[in-house]
């Protein structure tokens, strides 16, 4: 899937970067061009980025609401 249109880049990509060692936006900016345009697609390789460093594909975003424990 395409996420920054910009620059046709897809979130497989940003995974492949993120795991070769871009841990921020403006790495993964660097490795593959993805978010250096209108900036749209920012959040997205923002929580991809989190989802590879966390191991977890379906990690939440840093900024996810907490889901409340049941007691
Ligand atoms: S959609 Fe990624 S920079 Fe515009």
């Given at each position: 899937m395409i996420v920054c249109h910009c620059n046709g880049v897809s979130d497989r990509t940003i995974r492949r970067v993120a795991r070769e060692g871009s841990a921020s936006v403006a790495d993964v900016g660097f490795a593959?061009?993805?978010?250096?345009?209108?900036?749209?697609?920012i959040d997205a390789i923002r929580q991809i980025i989190h989802s590879e460093s966390s191991g977890r594909k379906d990690a939440p975003a840093p900024n996810a609401p907490a889901i409340a424990a049941s007691a």
């Open positions: 593959c061009g993805a978010g250096t345009c209108c900036g749209g697609c």
